[in-house]
């Protein structure tokens, strides 16, 4: 049970959670920063304008607040700076928020202090701690450890004053014990949710990976046509109707696995030569290519493409695949352009296979 409780975050995890930090970080910082201009500001105004205690000392409170108003600042601007490029700035980012989460208990225990010798309490000091232990997400080792540290920083110091109340002190304790249960139980609820939420992320990749390609080519399929189905509208394309010659003899005289194997490896010649986001699987032995690119270089493409697909093999010995296309040059206006495009490729295609197959028939819009 324990290991299972304090297990070993991976990188992943760690770095998950120092994002999560980020954002907290970042709205406690600037909310930090504005909250030290009030204060500063009506110390100002108490000290030195109203001068409710004349004589009083109130400029280490201000220089105080002067100093955690540009730690806050700095704070939150360097994690703005870094935050699109997180993944490379991780630790760093990270030594960043430790450090201005330890400023903060520090700035409570002093401000604290300064209260109780004058005759307040410590409101600031346990302020800052529910911010550290209970708002932000901090490791439950480092959480408990630095807990215990300020408090007994801060009963040490207070008491070199004379002012320290023993049922202030046990109450205080009290808390600090609730908000470090608090703090352990947020953190791991936090550690199982993005566990989870990992998890869901790469199942989805596993589904869109059953969903929108084809598990025998390698290739997109129908559904990730649909998907991209827009994203040609606007554009000047090239869409290429492809068939495998003689298809059926393949697995009628090698069997389907022999077939398969065709399927698989036309679908990697074709990946090959005009890239995975080009080419979809729509048929058992047809393939469709929309890209934007030229049509001399499609047709060197296709060239070097057929080359690959003549050369497979089965045990050593070549099959002698040969492949027909047809593609249509224009432009893609909207959803009838397209469907437009693909007929006139199609016929493209029945062209090329009444006249004795393994070819290639182009047409532009201008012809």
């Given at each position: 049970m324990s290991k299972k409780f304090f297990f070993r975050k991976s990188p992943e995890l760690a770095a998950s959670l120092t994002i999560q930090n980020m954002y907290i970080i970042r709205i406690i910082a600037i909310v930090t920063a504005i909250i030290q201009v009030f204060s500063l500001a009506w110390s100002y105004i108490y000290f030195e304008i109203m001068k409710k205690k004349p004589g009083f000392d109130a400029r280490p409170d201000q220089l105080a607040y002067i100093i955690m108003m540009m730690v806050s600042l700095f704070t939150f601007f360097m994690i703005t700076k870094y935050k699109k490029n997180i993944k490379n700035y991780i630790n760093f980012i990270g030594a960043i928020i430790?450090?201005?989460?330890?400023?903060?208990?520090?700035?409570?225990?002093?401000?604290?202090?300064?209260?109780?010798?004058?005759?307040?309490?410590?409101?600031?000091?346990?302020?800052?701690?529910?911010?550290?232990?209970?708002?932000?997400?901090?490791?439950?080792f480092l959480s408990i450890f630095t807990s215990i540290a300020s408090y007994v920083v801060l009963i040490m110091c207070i008491g070199t004053t004379g002012k320290m109340y023993t049922f202030d002190c046990v109450n205080m304790l009290y808390l600090l014990i609730y908000l470090n249960i608090i703090s352990v139980i947020r953190y791991y609820a936090m550690c199982r949710l993005l566990v989870v939420q990992s998890e869901l992320d790469n199942t989805n990749k596993i589904l869109e990976n059953i969903s929108f390609f084809d598990e025998l080519s390698h290739t997109k399929n129908?559904?990730?046509?649909?998907?991209?189905?827009?994203?040609?509208?606007?554009?000047?394309?090239?869409?290429?109707?492809?068939?495998?010659?003689?298809?059926?003899?393949?697995?009628?005289?090698?069997?389907?696995?022999?077939?398969?194997?065709?399927?698989?490896?036309?679908g990697h010649a074709l990946v090959q030569y005009f890239g995975k986001d080009v080419v979809y699987r729509i048929g058992g032995d047809e393939f469709l290519i929309v890209t934007d690119i030229s049509e001399e270089d499609f047709n060197?493409?296709?060239?070097?493409?057929?080359?690959?697909?003549?050369?497979?093999?089965?045990?050593?010995?070549?099959?002698?695949?040969?492949?027909?296309?047809?593609?249509?040059?224009?432009?893609?206006?909207?959803?009838?352009?397209?469907?437009?495009?693909?007929?006139?490729?199609?016929?493209?295609?029945?062209?090329?296979?009444?006249n004795g197959k393994n070819g290639l028939k182009t047409q532009t819009e201008d012809d």
């Open positions: 430790f450090i201005y989460l330890e400023s903060l208990v520090v700035y409570g225990i002093f401000i604290s202090v300064r209260d109780v010798v004058n005759g307040g309490n410590t409101y600031v000091f346990i302020t800052a701690i529910i911010v550290v232990f209970d708002i932000a997400i901090m490791n439950p129908r559904n990730a046509l649909r998907q991209d189905w827009q994203d040609f509208y606007g554009r000047t394309i090239c869409v290429a109707m492809i068939d495998i010659d003689g298809f059926k003899k393949f697995n009628d005289e090698f069997g389907h696995t022999i077939g398969d194997c065709v399927i698989e490896s036309i060197v493409r296709l060239i070097n493409a057929k080359m690959a697909i003549n050369d497979i093999k089965s045990s050593e010995t070549r099959l002698n695949v040969t492949i027909s296309a047809g593609c249509y040059h224009g432009k893609c206006r909207n959803d009838e352009d397209m469907r437009n495009m693909m007929n006139k490729a199609d016929e493209l295609l029945y062209i090329v296979k009444k």
